[in-house]
């Protein structure tokens, strides 16, 4: 007899990764228990200033998140907490907790720190990486969830001493609380619950720099972590933002950067690339010349730039030549202090010509590696998860997120190093994979959020709140705050303003939602960031206080105010004013408006049938939906049907046969092949797409999954001469036994054909791999054959650089260009040479070849275009779709209900493809779990009395959504279909129709205002 | 010209007696000399008031609308180019609606004879010579010298849609070059224009009859009358006028069908022209547009092409 | 309400004009917000008045803007193609091709009124727009336009 399975999941770790898993999984149904080891929510994402490669402020696009988190109903968060224990299976865990005493009620503090203002004992503060201090009483930043304080007992003089002499020691924080949330006395806690399924993302530490003393970490003290330096970036860390050396305060004039420290080091255990480090660095020395009010000299030692990521390339490129940063491909041999009592660092390097040099820097920041934490460690032994030699989790092959043990998912640097939007992406794919475990189970043990009855304010007064944010110093650095106060008083409507310091913090909030009840507003204003980010996290709490959400506007003067204009403070500070007072006008003309609920169609529709559509529609299936699979070509597989082996040796033929198989045998699959689409219509929940055939799908989202294309070159005879060829086809000759390939003797590789040029200035990421991988097989048919890796920057990331060194080991020769200096291939006779200037040697280079395997770039698919019309999504420059966000969204178009995997987003490789249409059928999911779909109502609306039926409206809506009632002489508007774009009201001459939120009255006050 | 009276007041007599319409909204003798007005005749009996000459200068569609029940019209070739838009923008119920189509040669522009003459105190009409009585002096007129600069360039003079056409067909003047007058006026330096406009504007007295006798000025509420949101403070001065007028002409834009009433209306004689017939030549030059010829061709506002030039983006 | 008057003071400050940006939200907004976390600076000229789509904009709403005395309007929507609600800026395009034809025809100053694409992904370019719309709107001075109503125009005080 099978038991049912328990609608709940275990999250371990709350870092990006949890946070995001437990968003998609609340949110589609299923009841969530996050276990966060530390006392907050955030993992590292909150220790980092900006992310790469948009320059986002990391806090900033991650706070929505927290709260969003924070705040969930199906979420419960259990901080200061282990898993200590676990048994059961797949579909039914039992798990224990244990859950270290805070020392405080979290429901009862307030988070107004008067407890660590009277707290005596100053520990080093492990948020700012030990550069400053924190109080044994302490919360880890400002925006912390849960918005509490806590004590850690390792330092409290009372959890040290307790009583000396009958007398308690200490305790001056009880006193000062006023909340009377401390409690010395609170115990450890053992909590059990019950789920179906878990996802581990615990997250990953830095590499300790200490133990490479030729680096001076820890001896000298120019010398810092990249992580660190982060802090000295972040504008709530130690220095607010100033960047100056710890030590002695002095800014730093001349910073360098040493790659791989911890990472690509075989003789301490570390043979892999951390894939990170080198585009943190290049990121760090832009925003630290940024930062910094005098010049300052930025050099990155590196063995080789690995900026493999999409839009990475670009952002090298923009560093070296936009921003200066150099560049020095070097081997340290140590870091040194200088001798003239400076405090500075020296560096002593030689470069690939061989040459020996020193050079003295203010500061020197080291680039740590990935390493798998403590705790990660002990929780894959709880688990008895398999790990790999480096301690990392290791997955199951080609399945993106599955652990060794059913039912358990991982995500994030669990199982190696990741990036933020890789981590994002695995995020949602292992709370897809959840959710097509216990799909069965979906809605079982989750309950609604009520708010608060909505206050009547129809016929009040208007009164209007306004908060100001500092957003820590990036508005209040530039923008007089204080003065923007003053003014905004004086403004008509407004009976309260007041500034704060992170207006989208926890403890900001609920301070808004008192004061809304206090003051008796009805009208909200914030001055703070974009609204396109932060509105709807402000529109939730109007809602909790009992307002609706949209007596509420935001006015951005962080973005497009302090940001842009930070020569200008005095001007900056007029338009934080003049823009502040346009959204007081705009909230105090708002009235309530009730959403909409639409009817949502749970079918979804893919689009290729590839390895990237075809796990898509596997998964959105498994979780319970009906999933169309539309396939251009006659066979499903797409390129991978080309493919023999996976990067870990897979057998690719037979994993694509099954997913074809599965596919086929899957109930709620309906294969559409050879199909083509002749149009789109419609949006999330209802979409119709016609097929060239006159077949109709109707469904509720969509997944683009249509591949790329392998650039086919025009350089290097390619096509000319059977000799050359690009990787793929190389492959189908050695696994074909291709006879001319089997004698070959000279095998010659280009890398980097049609990527990283003017043409597509990106990096392809596949092809260093693919080139090492092919260069093994030659090498393991033929040990005599001479093989050569023409390259520009090796870019075997991960673990792959396993594969790189253990080419070398085999003799495989590799030689590097450079961009301006790429290889020449010549014929001679019927002889192919390839002529290309070796660095190290400094002197050109002929080699007679047999084959020359051109690394050919992967480029946008061709039908994006069509796609992009009809979905109305974007592409980037290079054809590649755009996803929503660079690193939170990574598989959701703006648009809703419309999502993307594989390599029509960026060129990867096949495990990341799955991990990415895993992801991407997650997010869908998520979308495809609603009952009914929301709109916000912010739609077009009419006054009958002005109307004239003259049919404009109808004639320039695109949405279909407007009517003309020719019985009544009336235009009527259909709320479900309107999407509030507001062509209509501007081409009414009558001023008939009006869209909610932005409608002629508000704006003519706005201009009024001029 | 008599049989064509003729014709219109049978057509007419004929449609009330058979009850086919209500009413045939036509022209009758004003009691200004040189001016028709425009009168609803609703009797068999009432059909003799009807005339026709080259004084019936209003744009008669534009009592179409308000007026209720089965109509009969008499329509020139830009009454019948507005009926025609006011069909496309659900003014008018096809079904609702005779046309008796006639064609025109186009109508007197009074100013033309006063500026002469002084004001008219009679006048009168035979074989294209229009003998006036002015106070200042009397003279005798060629229909030509006297002509409305609107239909001095009249393409549309024969109309456009009809259930019955009376009298012959004009032939229609080709012209070497369309909007010479606008031509003209762009030609104008910057400042040349800008003070044209200033002058013509300081003109306007905000009397509305410009948009009272236009046919597609049907708004409920004219977006100058609104109050919330007000887009006007309500003074007159040139450039709220503008603001007006300008407002007015976009409002008009693929719209307007050149009737000309409204400068003929203004007691002042502002050249309202000026502006519609710029927007008529950018319609007619961007998007090949001529509003009210057939109804499939939907007002140059409504529709859109990929490819429509877009000249007037920054440079940046 | 008026924006603070003190801003133009010809004898000892350059002029500083206050320009009307209109902007999109999907595109030309968010090519804003990235001009600020690329921080690409500019002027602090504009003002922004944020709508869901350039299609949103009334014509009377640039008229508007020049009668209460703004010193320029610049409107930013999608790239063609680009409308989150598909057609919003092509519809939008026949309106602006001919007010602007028609404003300078009126005697309007060239470069008082400007339209531009700006995609979510053109942060250097926004900067730049707003930029060259300043420049050219900072060499015409003040408002003293044809359609600038003397008492500052403000109709709803």
């Known amino acids: ?1010 | 010209m008599t049989s064509i009276i003729d014709d219109i007041r049978k057509t007419a007599r004929q449609l009330l007696t058979e009850e086919k319409v209500d009413v045939v909204i036509g022209y009758e003798k004003g009691s200004l000399p040189l001016k028709a007005t425009p009168c609803f005749v609703r009797s068999p009996q009432d059909v003799d008031k009807l005339i026709w000459d080259e004084t019936c200068e209003n744009n008669l569609a534009a009592f179409v609308v308000k007026t209720p029940g089965k109509k009969a019209i008499i329509a020139k070739g830009c009454d019948s180019r507005a009926l025609m838009v006011l069909i496309q923008e659900n003014q008018i119920v096809r079904d609702d609606l005779y046309i008796i189509g006639v064609s025109c040669q186009g109508v007197i522009d009074q100013r033309k004879i006063e500026a002469e003459t002084g004001e008219i105190i009679g006048a009168t009409i035979t074989d294209g010579k229009i003998s006036v009585q002015g106070i200042e002096c009397d003279k005798v007129f060629n229909f030509t010298e006297v002509k409305d600069i609107t239909c001095q360039t009249c393409r549309y003079p024969n109309p456009v849609l009809e259930d019955v056409h009376i009298g012959g067909s004009i032939e229609v003047l080709q012209q070497a070059t369309l909007f010479a007058d606008v031509m003209v006026m762009e030609n104008k330096s910057d400042s040349e224009r800008k003070a044209y406009f200033k002058e013509q504007m300081g003109k306007c007295i905000r009397c509305y009859a410009c948009r009272n006798v236009c046919p597609m000025c049907y708004c409920q509420e004219c977006f100058v009358d609104c109050n919330s949101p007000k887009w006007l403070t309500g003074g007159v001065d040139s450039a709220e006028n503008l603001l007006f007028q300008t407002g007015r002409a976009l409002h008009l834009a693929g719209r307007c069908v050149e009737c000309g009433a409204c400068s003929r209306a203004c007691p002042q004689g502002v050249d309202i022209r000026a502006l519609s017939r710029k927007v008529n030549k950018d319609v007619k030059e961007m998007y090949n547009h001529e509003s009210g010829l057939t109804e499939e061709v939907k007002p140059a506002l409504n529709v859109y092409s990929a490819d429509d030039p877009e000249a007037f983006l920054v440079k940046e | 309400m008026s924006m603070g008057e003190c801003l133009v003071n010809t004898e000892t400050k350059a002029f500083q004009p206050k320009i009307v940006a209109f902007l999109c939200n999907w595109c030309s907004y968010a090519g804003a917000d990235l001009a600020g976390v690329g921080r690409f600076q500019y002027p602090a000229t504009i003002r922004t008045i944020r709508v869901p789509c350039s299609g949103r904009i009334n014509p009377l709403y640039i008229l508007k803007a020049m009668a209460n005395g703004a010193d320029g309007v610049l409107i930013s929507g999608c790239h063609p193609g680009d409308c989150h609600y598909m057609s919003g800026n092509y519809v939008a395009r026949r309106k602006f091709a001919l007010i602007d034809s028609l404003l300078k025809h009126v005697g309007l100053e060239e470069g008082r009124v400007s339209f531009s694409w700006v995609s979510a992904a053109e942060g250097v370019r926004f900067a730049e727009v707003v930029k060259g719309v300043t420049e050219r709107v900072t060499a015409l001075g003040p408002n003293k336009g044809v359609f600038k109503v003397e008492d500052g125009g403000g109709t709803n005080d």
Request: glycine fraction near 8%.
């Open chain 1, 1 to 1010: 007899m099978s038991q049912s399975k328990v609608g709940a999941v275990l999250i371990v770790g709350a870092g990006i990764a949890g946070i995001q898993s437990a968003l998609d999984l609340a949110e589609s149904g299923y009841l969530v228990h996050l276990v966060e080891e530390s006392s907050a929510i955030g993992g590292t994402m909150p220790m980092l200033d900006k992310t790469f490669p948009t320059n986002d402020c990391s806090m900033c696009i991650l706070s929505p998140k927290l709260v969003e988190c924070g705040r969930h109903l199906n979420i419960r968060i259990y901080t200061n907490s282990q898993v200590t224990k676990t048994e059961g299976e797949a579909g039914n865990f039992k798990i224990t907790i244990k859950q270290k005493a805070r020392f405080i009620d979290t429901e009862k503090c307030t988070g107004c720190g008067s407890c660590a203002a009277v707290c005596p004992v100053k520990v080093n503060d492990e948020f700012n990486q030990g550069i400053g201090k924190r109080k044994a009483v302490f919360k880890q930043y400002s925006q912390a969830f849960p918005n509490a304080y806590a004590i850690d007992e390792k330092n409290c003089l009372f959890q040290k001493h307790g009583q000396i002499k009958g007398k308690d020691v200490c305790k001056k924080c009880v006193e000062a609380c006023q909340a009377g949330a401390i409690d010395h006395a609170m115990e450890d806690k053992e909590i059990n619950i019950e789920v179906g399924s878990m996802i581990l993302n615990p997250g990953f530490k830095v590499f300790d720099a200490s133990k490479l003393d030729y680096y001076g970490y820890g001896k000298i003290k120019s010398v810092v972590t990249s992580l660190e330096f982060e802090r000295l970036l972040s504008a709530s860390g130690p220095f607010d933002g100033h960047l100056v050396r710890p030590f002695d305060q002095k800014e730093p004039q001349k910073i360098a950067w040493i790659q791989c420290v911890g990472s690509r080091n075989a003789k301490i255990d570390k043979n892999y690339c951390s894939g990170v480090c080198c585009m943190y660095a290049i990121k760090e020395a832009v925003i630290a010349k940024e930062h910094s009010h005098i010049p300052v000299d930025t050099t990155i030692f590196y063995m080789d730039m690995r900026t493999h990521g999409k839009d990475f390339e670009k952002y090298y490129e923009s560093a070296k030549n936009q921003h200066g940063v150099k560049f020095v491909r070097s081997r340290i041999y140590e870091v040194t202090e200088a001798t003239d009592g400076s405090g500075d660092s020296v560096i002593r390097y030689s470069t690939e010509d061989g040459k020996i040099s020193t050079e003295q820097y203010d500061l020197v920041v080291l680039s740590v590696g990935i390493e798998p934490g403590d705790s990660s460690k002990e929780l894959a032994k709880i688990l008895d998860l398999k790990v790999n030699k480096f301690g990392f989790a290791e997955l199951e092959p080609l399945s993106g997120v599955n652990t060794s043990r059913e039912g358990i998912f991982a995500a994030g640097a669990f199982s190696g190093p990741r990036d933020i939007p890789e981590t994002v992406m695995q995020a949602s794919a292992a709370a897809g994979a959840v959710a097509s475990l216990l799909s069965e189970e979906r809605g079982t043990l989750v309950s609604e959020k009520e708010y608060p009855a909505e206050m009547q304010v129809a016929g009040d007064v208007i009164r209007t709140g306004v908060f100001i944010c500092h957003c820590g110093v990036n508005i209040g650095s530039i923008v007089d705050v204080p003065a923007v106060v003053a003014y905004a008083q004086t403004l008509p409507t407004v009976v309260y303003a007041t500034e704060k310091i992170y207006a989208c913090s926890q403890d900001a909030q609920a301070s808004i939602k008192a004061i809304i009840s206090e003051q008796k507003l009805n009208r909200v204003v914030v001055s703070s960031c974009s609204p396109r980010t932060h509105e709807p996290l402000f529109q939730e709490t109007l809602k909790e206080a009992g307002l609706n959400a949209h007596l509420f506007d935001m006015a951005n003067i962080r973005d497009q105010c302090s940001w842009v204009h930070m020569k200008e403070p005095e001007l900056a500070t007029e338009k934080a004013k003049d823009l502040t007072k346009l959204a007081i006008i705009r909230a105090s003309m708002q009235i309530p408006v009730q959403p909409i609920f639409m009817d949502m169609n749970h079918a979804a529709l893919v689009i290729g049938g590839g390895v990237a559509g075809m796990t898509s529609a596997l998964s959105l299936a498994d979780q319970g939906y009906e999933v169309h699979l539309l396939e251009k070509a006659e066979v499903l597989g797409g390129v991978a049907r080309r493919f023999s082996t996976g990067f870990r040796g897979e057998d690719m033929k037979a994993f694509v046969a099954d997913l074809i198989s599965n596919v086929n045998k899957h109930p709620k699959i309906k294969l559409h092949i050879g199909a083509e689409i002749k149009e789109v219509g419609g949006f999330l929940g209802s979409f119709t797409t016609t097929l060239v055939d006159g077949e109709q799908i109707e469904h509720g989202v969509a997944i683009i999954t249509i591949g790329g294309q392998e650039y086919k070159p025009k350089e290097y005879f390619y096509g000319q001469d059977d000799r050359v060829k690009t990787q793929l086809e190389l492959d189908e000759a050695l696994v074909g036994h291709d006879s001319k390939v089997s004698a070959a003797q000279n095998f010659v590789f280009i890398q980097c054909v049609g990527s990283r040029c003017e043409e597509n200035p990106y990096c392809s990421r596949a092809c260093c791999t693919k080139s090492v991988k092919l260069a093994l097989k030659v090498k393991a048919k033929n040990p005599e054959a001479n093989v050569f890796i023409l390259y520009r920057d090796m870019r075997t990331y991960g673990y792959f650089e396993e594969d790189y060194e253990l080419a070398r080991r085999s003799g495989v020769i590799f030689v590097r260009f450079s961009e301006n200096d790429k290889p020449v291939v010549t014929k001679e006779g019927e002889t192919l040479v390839v002529s290309v200037k070796d660095h190290v040697l400094d002197r050109p280079l002929e080699i007679e070849a047999d084959v020359i395997c051109l690394a050919a770039a992967i480029i946008a698919p061709e039908d994006g275009k069509k796609l992009s019309k009809w979905f109305k999504v974007p592409l980037n420059d290079e054809g590649f779709f755009l996803e929503a966000h660079m690193k939170l969204r990574p598989v959701d178009f703006s648009t809703d209900g419309v999502f993307m995997a594989g390599l029509a987003h960026s060129p990867k490789n096949t495990e990341e493809v799955i991990a990415q249409a895993k992801a991407a059928a997650g997010r869908a999911g998520v979308a495809l779990s609603k009952e009914m779909v929301e709109s916000a109502g912010l739609n077009a609306f009419v006054d009958k009395r002005k109307c004239t039926a003259c049919g404009t409206c109808e004639a320039v809506c695109s949405a279909k959504a407007v009517s003309v009632d020719l019985v009544n002489r009336v235009a009527v508007v259909n709320d479900a279909l309107c999407k509030g774009c507001g062509a209509c009201a501007s081409s009414c001459r009558c001023g008939a129709i009006n869209l909610r939120g932005c409608t002629n009255e508000q704006i003519a006050a706005m201009l009024n205002s001029f």
